[in-house]
């Protein structure tokens, strides 16, 4: 797991105003490598056609020893779909369809690397209430951990990480 960032849209809050937070990370390693049309074609053949990517986030702040969890851990899954294309503006026969874990439209990348974005990079936006962390100084951090299973193309496996602390204060 690669650039976890964590980011409010200001340091400081009143108690009436929401902490308005954004959470991002990038999977990187294997399965980002592996994630090319050439290797689609492999599994597609083998009838191995579905990549399913569970992740696991959550969002927290800390003040001395206690730590707080502020929206819940959220878990989600997202899965891309190899298939045959007609499409003459793809690049290649079988192409990578990627299902959102909103339960939206599929997705249908224009590149390779749009397609590696779309399935294996992540945000996730977030408004708590200032006043349920309390008033003072306090160090918000975001942790993230995915996995996958096995496929002809990938072995079982998984990653995770810890954002570094943000320091805001509440008033």
């Given at each position: 797991?690669?650039?976890?960032?964590?980011?409010?849209?200001?340091?400081?809050?009143?108690?009436?105003?929401?902490?308005?937070?954004?959470?991002?990370?990038?999977?990187?390693?294997?399965?980002?490598?592996?994630?090319?049309?050439?290797?689609?074609?492999?599994?597609?053949?083998?009838?191995?056609?579905?990549?399913?990517?569970?992740?696991?986030?959550?969002?927290?702040?800390?003040?001395?020893?206690?730590?707080?969890?502020?929206?819940?851990?959220?878990?989600?899954?997202?899965?891309?779909?190899?298939?045959?294309?007609?499409?003459?503006?793809?690049?290649?026969?079988?192409?990578?369809?990627?299902?959102?874990?909103?339960?939206?439209?599929?997705?249908?990348?224009?590149?390779?690397?749009?397609?590696?974005?779309?399935?294996?990079?992540?945000?996730?936006?977030?408004?708590?209430?200032?006043?349920?962390?309390?008033?003072?100084?306090?160090?918000?951090?975001?942790?993230?951990?995915?996995?996958w299973g096995r496929r002809s193309f990938i072995e079982k496996g998984g990653v995770s990480g810890r954002s570094k602390p943000m320091v805001i204060a509440v008033e």
């Amino acid at each position: 797991m690669h650039d976890l960032r964590l980011q409010t849209d200001k340091r400081s809050y009143s108690m009436e105003e929401n902490i308005k937070i954004n959470f991002s990370f990038r999977i990187l390693g294997g399965l980002r490598e592996s994630f090319h049309p050439d290797v689609w074609t492999v599994a597609w053949e083998d009838y191995d056609k579905i990549l399913r990517l569970t992740y696991r986030t959550m969002i927290g702040t800390r003040r001395g020893v206690t730590a707080k969890n502020l929206g819940g851990t959220k878990k989600a899954v997202r899965k891309a779909s190899f298939y045959w294309s007609r499409d003459p503006d793809l690049p290649y026969r079988i192409w990578a369809m990627i299902i959102p874990e909103d339960g939206g439209p599929p997705l249908i990348p224009k590149s390779v690397e749009d397609a590696k974005a779309k399935m294996l990079d992540f945000t996730m936006n977030l408004d708590v209430p200032a006043s349920s962390v309390g008033p003072g100084n306090h160090g918000l951090f975001g942790s993230a951990e995915a996995s996958w299973g096995r496929r002809s193309f990938i072995e079982k496996g998984g990653v995770s990480g810890r954002s570094k602390p943000m320091v805001i204060a509440v008033e």
